[in-house]
T-cell receptor, first 111, second 115 residues
């Protein structure tokens, strides 16, 4: 059964710092991996999707990488801002339907 | 940008009552999903729906749950006889179809509180 783990559970950084969020999964037979942002009491905003054949995807200050063989993905946030404060969720798609989520990393960026 | 909309944003219901959660997926999307998130826990998959039928469901999605696409725009989740443990945030998601798999887009959720 696929398990998704995100480390750390919480992270506090000063504004301007570059940071890396980690996601690991136990079964490397995935279809794709998606990173989301969740603000308190809100829905999930899709940030990046990486296909199983890809190594990375970039959107603005965000860069997500995927190493399928080792069961790992990272989300790199450059030059962090207070507005980046949120919970970041990683989810894997194994068979084209259900997403399996990690518990998330709660990021706090102080000004 | 097109978005998934869910109503109501908050629903309070007495235990044992039926509840219907509503979703309007993005208009040209063909795959629809329901997920739930109990407070402080992971987002969990409930059910996926394609071509007017359930394509996959989790162990959580028992006989008390049902989904329906009553018209060309709405997608609903019904819980027949609610239990205290059904209290959670319920998210609807939709996905388009393409050669390369498309991301799932989520609504803002319905907070369901069972008393």
């Amino acid at each position: 059964k696929q398990e998704v783990t995100q480390i750390p559970a919480a992270l506090s950084v000063p504004e301007g710092e570059n940071l890396v969020l980690n996601c690991s999964f136990t079964d490397s037979a995935i279809y794709n991996l998606q990173w989301f942002r969740q603000d308190p009491g809100k829905g999930l905003t899709s940030l990046l999707l990486i296909q199983s054949s890809q190594r990375e995807q970039t959107s603005g200050r965000l860069n997500a990488s995927l190493d399928k063989s080792s069961g790992r993905s990272t989300l790199y946030i450059a030059a962090s801002q207070p507005g980046d404060s949120a919970t970041y969720l990683c989810a894997v798609n194994q068979a084209g339907t259900a997403l399996i989520f990690g518990k998330g990393t709660t990021l706090s960026v102080s000004s | 940008e097109p978005e998934v909309t869910q109503t109501p944003s908050h629903q309070v219901t007495q235990m044992g009552q039926e509840v219907i959660l509503r979703c309007v997926p993005i208009s040209n999307h063909l795959y629809f999903y329901w997920y739930r998130q109990i407070l402080g826990q992971k987002v969990e998959f409930l059910v996926s729906f394609y071509n007017n039928e359930i394509s996959e469901k989790s162990e959580i999605f028992d006989d008390q749950f049902s989904v329906e696409r009553p018209d060309g725009s709405n997608f609903t989740l019904k819980i027949r006889s609610t239990k205290l443990e059904d209290s959670a945030m319920y998210f609807c998601a939709s996905r388009g179809q393409g050669y390369v798999s498309q991301p799932q887009h989520f609504g803002d959720g319905t907070r369901l509180s069972i008393l």
